[in-house]
């Protein structure tokens, strides 16, 4: 009876936002505007979020729920625009996008990739959503299985994934630029003890470094100057390829899109981790299980399919723990929590006896959020790709500018600037020198998760190492990570070779 | 069957010995080869001076925290034993940096790095495409606009001067002009620089509001004046001109209000042109 | 060249216009509120819902925004004290505030400023549904017989939580093994996974664990017992050890400020509808569904408090270590 109530409560709130114009016009405002957020570089989801939580005082639950998940959604989908057009990723969670959509934007295919993004970042949406509707208090106990234990072998497992992106050159450049990334990371006050570290009496640095100018650094600043100095026109569209749906290509990846899903989703669910690492998770699998890895960096469709696919998953994900639990998923989700707040809804267990038709409303509104991303997606991506025939001396200083406004705009800091400034000199020279860029952002982004919570575990067990391997879900990311490492070595790939050769030899 | 295929492995090895044993440099330079070569080596020069700078790095890193980073002692109240510590972390990235400081040392050993920086020691190159001017153009602009202007003017100025001068740089797209409007640039940055530096401008803006703010826009309006001198006489450029001054001020026109008074982020210096928009916005209500 | 004439003359005009005289009347244009934490926290819903009801008083608006960062919030403060000191530029600020001196975001003392606290929520410490402590003195017995072996969870070293479980350990002689988290919501997090067994949060952040039976709520860290809805009365932990008057209660003051400066009689506009606001409805039920204890304290009983928070947080996080500047050179009493 209840399932029957609440696909009733579903399909009633589906209807009554869908018919009332306001809504409608709120619903694809909201979208717009995240899809612009998402595709400007530094301004994120959770900028756009938190930015709107601010206006959405004034208006009803509903409606503001509506505007704020448009905002989610779309602003996760934008970050591709600015990852596959000017290689500068809007949204941390867009960088791995930049991996194959820009190399596929300078074939020429940008609009084919804007396409398939759109159809993936749908899908994506549509499964989070899916899985929130349905298996909500299953996913929260099971998120409530990472403790620091899990949460350190995640981080591990994450700078491993680094480790694989490596550049043109050497393989080791991917490690060694993972290393800054996580120096980077060490700079601040650390978490547990509160000691500083590497600040060298700067007060400013105790708060540590921020990820969004470290990302616009590293991306937008080499890609500025590498673009004007070398006076490079960035590839354009030569043929316009049409952006609905390919339904070859989507069928194709059906395996990618199916797996990137479900690592969104269970990404999202694990409170504290958001969509940035669902891509990368997304990305390195969908590489690591690919027939032709070493096309994957040069324009691959399987990599733009995943990492959107992941993080658009991610959203339905995020929102699990938030409801269910009153745990926020994901950094956009913490924005979510307040502005839940500030209307007088508190989530957690208890949300669905106080606001009992609460969370199928969401469910609605995230439904409602994912067409109208799809619908305006389709729109902007044919108009986005003109964006490109800007000849570049004029695109690229407006492009500066909206770094320097979105680095300074999520901490209003004017410090932000002078360390992005900086960092996006040492990226310059570093992809110069033949090292990726994107594990330094990894780096950034995990190293205070792996070093909190590899000191917080030892800190519970009293300096014992066991639980890392007598808790079933630490075990199981302990072996993958293992398989991982070993798959990478040399003689695994004799011994697979080996193994080959016997069995070709049989037949 | 496999004997064949093998038979014939050996052989095209074989006549590939021999194309390749005699052959000249200058043959490969024909087929653009050397090229390569070249970059290779001068990539693997850089790679050894990063390598000693990773190295230095590290053991940098792993020295601080040996001295500066409490292993023991409790901190902040929480009980303190070497799997607690802060510098645990660090030092286990210092002690990674250096390995990798290490390989990479040693491969650029083995390609020829090394020997191409001791060779390059003596003798330097110079460059001859104009790259580094531009290279310095755009960092020039980025760094004033970040350093300088950001910190101590009106916000809309210090955009509208960034987007002005950026786009004059580069889109008039001649090397003379570049370097004309560089030095122009260049020289007012350092006056202001020094200005700041002596701190009048706190002074100046305590006599009389809103002064470097005036100044600024009096270096705005003559870098406008000097850019149009320029392009005297010259129909296309003349165009590219109008198209610079309008898309100066036409993006932060955009941008700067629609922060400021529809997602109400504070902007880090608000001004004389900031104060302005006040008054307009404050005056339609 | 018109365009250019027409710039310089809005140039001078704003500079002219800028120098006339101040105007008598409070309020006569928006109020600009600048939260110093991040949106969604419990300040900034605090004061976006406080702003919002004096704004409909004083019939301008009340722009809330937020200029998080620093340490303590210092980077909000400090912008808001270098604006004009006319009762137009607010701070929301919180308890935590205090520490931005010791960790040498703010060269001043809290004085200089006038707060307006809105109230918090009260400390409760709470234990995983199947830990073996039914009260609060079985839980410290257990933590006198094993020193330091009981897991204790908290947001992060020097927040108001951890001195709440300090001040219960000293006042109780005990000692858990203090375990940090980034946030409040975290460490409630790693209570229902078991990583920890006890944890130190505010009611407000637990109702609904508490509510739902994930969390046991053992004692109020205030004097008086607290009642919550489908729980009953949760004692408070003054009864069973009444040392702990000695430390307790650290409360938590949510509010926002103004630079003492502003002329007194803005001062009063504002305090008198700040106490008109929060005897609204609206306040009053917000704050009965979320767990808030409204404070209304203005002037100098507001001071009072601030004052000694100042001292209280600014010393003990010297002990701690985790203060940067010695609170003796900014010349803060010792508590």
């Known amino acids: 009876m209840l399932i029957l109530e609440r696909i009733w409560d579903f399909y009633v709130t589906v209807f009554f936002t869908a018919f009332n114009i306001e809504n409608i016009i709120l619903l694809f405002g909201s979208v717009i505007l995240g899809i612009i957020f998402g595709a400007m570089p530094g301004l994120t989801a959770t900028l756009g979020v938190g930015l709107l939580t601010t206006l959405t005082y004034g208006i009803s639950t509903n409606a503001a729920m509506i505007t704020l998940l448009g905002m989610y959604v779309g602003a996760v989908y934008g970050g591709s625009y600015g990852s596959i057009c000017v290689n500068i990723p809007g949204t941390a969670a867009a960088a791995a996008t930049a991996m194959d959509g820009y190399p596929l934007a300078c074939k020429g295919e940008a609009g084919r990739a804007l396409g398939l993004t759109t159809t993936s970042s749908f899908i994506g949406t549509m499964v989070g959503m899916f899985f929130l509707a349905v298996f909500a208090p299953i996913i929260a106990t099971l998120a409530l299985q990472f403790t620091s234990f899990e949460f350190f072998f995640l981080a591990f497992f994450g700078i491993m994934i680094s480790g694989g992106l490596t550049g043109q050159d050497l393989v080791y450049k991917g490690w060694i630029s993972g290393l800054i990334g996580l120096f980077l990371a060490l700079?601040?006050?650390?978490?547990?003890?509160?000691?500083?570290?590497?600040?060298?009496?700067?007060?400013?640095?105790?708060?540590?470094?921020?990820?969004?100018?470290?990302?616009?650094?590293?991306?937008?600043?080499?890609?500025?100057?590498?673009?004007?100095?070398?006076?490079?026109?960035?590839?354009?569209?030569?043929?316009?390829?049409?952006?609905?749906?390919?339904?070859?290509?989507?069928?194709?990846?059906?395996?990618?899109?199916?797996?990137?899903?479900?690592?969104?989703?269970?990404?999202?669910?694990?409170?504290?981790?958001?969509?940035?690492?669902?891509?990368?998770?997304?990305?390195?699998?969908?590489?690591?299980?690919?027939?032709?890895?070493?096309?994957?960096?040069?324009?691959?469709?399987?990599?733009v399919i995943s990492c959107e696919t992941g993080n658009n998953a991610c959203i339905g994900g995020a929102i699990i723990p938030l409801l269910t639990l009153g745990i926020p998923g994901s950094p956009p989700a913490v924005m979510l929590l307040g502005a839940l707040m500030i209307h007088n809804v508190t989530p957690g267990p208890m949300l669905s006896i106080e606001h009992p038709h609460f969370i199928t409303e969401m469910i609605a509104i995230l439904f409602l959020a994912s067409f109208a991303m799809f619908i305006s997606g389709i729109f902007l991506a044919k108009q986005v790709v003109k964006v490109l025939r800007i000849p570049p001396p004029i695109f690229m200083p407006v492009v500066l500018t909206l770094c320097v406004i979105g680095s300074y705009a999520l901490g209003t800091k004017v410090f932000n600037l002078y360390l992005m400034v900086p960092v996006g000199i040492l990226a310059y020279f570093m992809q110069s020198m033949g090292y990726p860029i994107a594990p330094l952002v990894i780096g950034v982004i995990l190293g205070p998760m792996a070093d909190e919570n590899l000191r917080r575990a030892l800190m519970v067990s009293q300096g014992s190492f066991l639980p890392f391997f007598t808790r079933p879900v630490a075990l199981i990311l302990f072996l993958v990570i293992v398989w991982m490492f070993i798959s990478q070595t040399p003689f695994y790939k004799r011994f697979l070779g080996g193994v080959k050769a016997r069995i070709f030899k049989q037949e | 069957m496999m004997d064949d295929v093998l038979r014939a492995c050996r052989m095209q090895a074989r006549s590939m010995k021999r194309v390749i044993l005699p052959t000249p440099i200058l043959k490969l330079r024909e087929s653009g080869n050397l090229r390569k070569v070249m970059d290779k080596v001068q990539l693997r020069k850089k790679d050894f001076i990063t390598s000693i700078i990773l190295i230095a790095f590290g053991i940098f890193m792993i020295l601080y925290t040996l001295t500066e980073i409490p292993m023991k002692d409790s901190w902040g109240g929480v009980m303190n034993v070497w799997f607690v510590s802060p510098g645990l972390f660090p030092l286990g990235v210092g002690f990674l940096i250096i390995i990798m400081g290490i390989v990479l040392c040693n491969r650029a050993i083995k390609d020829g790095g090394a020997k191409k920086f001791m060779e390059d020691l003596s003798r330097r190159e110079k460059d001859t495409s104009g790259k580094t001017l531009r290279l310095l153009g755009i960092l020039l602009v980025i760094v004033a606009y970040v350093y300088l202007y950001i910190p101590r003017i009106d916000y809309f100025l210090s955009t509208m001067l960034c987007l002005m001068v950026f786009i004059s740089f580069f889109y008039f797209d001649r090397p003379d002009f570049l370097k004309k409007l560089f030095t122009f640039y260049l020289v007012g940055c350092l006056l202001f620089l020094g200005l700041f530096l002596m701190k009048a401008d706190k002074q100046l803006n305590k006599s009389f509001l809103y002064t470097t703010d005036g100044l600024v826009f009096l270096f705005f309006l003559a870098f406008i004046v000097y850019s149009r001198v320029l392009v005297h006489g010259d129909g296309v450029l003349k165009k590219r001109w109008k198209t610079t001054l309008i898309m100066s001020i036409v993006p932060s026109l955009i941008l700067i209000p629609s922060f400021k008074y529809f997602l109400l982020v504070p902007l880090p210096v608000e001004g004389a042109f900031i104060e302005l928009m006040n008054i307009i916005r404050y005056s339609f209500r | 060249?018109?365009?250019?004439?027409?710039?310089?003359?809005?140039?001078?005009?704003?500079?002219?216009?800028?120098?006339?005289?101040?105007?008598?009347?409070?309020?006569?244009?928006?109020?600009?509120?600048?939260?110093?934490?991040?949106?969604?926290?419990?300040?900034?819903?605090?004061?976006?819902?406080?702003?919002?009801?004096?704004?409909?008083?004083?019939?301008?608006?009340?722009?809330?925004?937020?200029?998080?960062?620093?340490?303590?919030?210092?980077?909000?403060?400090?912008?808001?004290?270098?604006?004009?000191?006319?009762?137009?530029?607010?701070?929301?600020?919180?308890?935590?505030?205090?520490?931005?001196?010791?960790?040498?975001?703010?060269?001043?003392?809290?004085?200089?400023?006038?707060?307006?606290?809105?109230?918090?929520?009260?400390?409760?410490?709470?234990?995983?549904?199947?830990?073996?402590?039914?009260?609060?003195?079985?839980?410290?017995?257990?933590?006198?017989?094993?020193?330091?072996?009981?897991?204790?969870?908290?947001?992060?070293?020097?927040?108001?939580?951890?001195?709440?479980?300090?001040?219960?350990?000293?006042?109780?002689?005990?000692?858990?093994?203090?375990?940090?988290?980034?946030?409040?919501?975290?460490?409630?997090?790693?209570?229902?996974?078991?990583?920890?067994?006890?944890?130190?949060?505010?009611?407000?952040?637990?109702?609904?664990?508490?509510?739902?039976?994930?969390?046991?709520?053992?004692?109020?860290?205030?004097?008086?017992?607290?009642?919550?809805?489908?729980?009953?009365?949760?004692?408070?932990?003054?009864?069973?050890?009444?040392?702990?008057?000695?430390?307790?209660?650290?409360?938590?003051?949510?509010?926002?400020?103004?630079?003492?400066?502003?002329?007194?009689?803005?001062?009063?506009?504002?305090?008198?509808?700040?106490?008109?606001?929060?005897?609204?409805?609206?306040?009053?039920?917000?704050?009965?569904?979320?767990?808030?204890?409204?404070?209304?304290?203005?002037?100098?009983?507001?001071?009072e408090e601030f004052e000694k928070l100042e001292s209280l947080f600014a010393w003990t996080l010297w002990e701690l270590g985790a203060a940067k500047v010695n609170p003796e050179t900014l010349k803060i009493p010792k508590p």
């Open chain 1, 187 to 303: 700079i601040g006050r650390d978490h547990l003890q509160f000691f500083p570290r590497f600040t060298f009496g700067i007060s400013e640095l105790d708060g540590g470094l921020e990820v969004v100018p470290v990302l616009i650094g590293a991306f937008g600043i080499p890609q500025i100057i590498q673009v004007i100095r070398d006076q490079l026109s960035i590839g354009e569209a030569k043929k316009f390829q049409r952006v609905l749906p390919e339904l070859k290509i989507i069928s194709k990846h059906i395996t990618t899109i199916v797996r990137s899903a479900l690592i969104g989703v269970g990404i999202g669910a694990v409170p504290g981790i958001g969509e940035d690492i669902a891509a990368w998770v997304s990305y390195g699998a969908a590489k690591k299980a690919s027939k032709h890895p070493e096309n994957f960096g040069k324009g691959e469709y399987a990599g």
């Open chain 3, 1 to 303: 060249m018109k365009k250019y004439c027409l710039l310089a003359f809005l140039f001078v005009f704003v500079l002219s216009g800028l120098s006339l005289a101040q105007e008598k009347k409070f309020p006569v244009r928006d109020i600009t509120n600048t939260v110093v934490w991040a949106a969604g926290g419990g300040t900034d819903v605090c004061n976006r819902i406080v702003s919002g009801e004096m704004a409909k008083i004083f019939k301008v608006n009340i722009n809330v925004i937020n200029k998080p960062g620093g340490v303590g919030g210092s980077i909000g403060m400090n912008d808001v004290y270098s604006r004009p000191h006319d009762g137009y530029a607010w701070a929301g600020v919180s308890e935590s505030c205090v520490t931005a001196g010791v960790q040498g975001g703010w060269d001043k003392r809290m004085y200089v400023w006038d707060y307006f606290i809105v109230g918090g929520s009260p400390d409760v410490i709470s234990v995983t549904p199947n830990a073996p402590y039914k009260d609060l003195k079985e839980l410290m017995e257990a933590a006198k017989a094993k020193p330091g072996s009981i897991r204790a969870g908290a947001s992060a070293s020097g927040s108001i939580h951890h001195l709440n479980l300090l001040a219960l350990e000293k006042g109780a002689g005990v000692k858990f093994n203090y375990i940090p988290y980034p946030g409040s919501a975290p460490a409630q997090t790693a209570a229902m996974t078991g990583e920890v067994s006890v944890v130190v949060t505010s009611v407000a952040e637990q109702q609904q664990l508490i509510r739902a039976g994930k969390l046991r709520p053992l004692a109020m860290l205030t004097p008086q017992p607290f009642t919550m809805k489908d729980v009953g009365a949760i004692p408070s932990s003054f009864v069973p050890y009444p040392g702990l008057s000695k430390y307790l209660p650290i409360m938590q003051a949510i509010g926002f400020a103004v630079p003492a400066t502003v002329p007194e009689n803005v001062k009063e506009t504002i305090a008198d509808t700040f106490k008109k606001a929060l005897a609204t409805d609206t306040i009053k039920n917000w704050a009965d569904s979320n767990y808030y204890t409204l404070s209304g304290k203005t002037g100098k009983a507001a001071k």
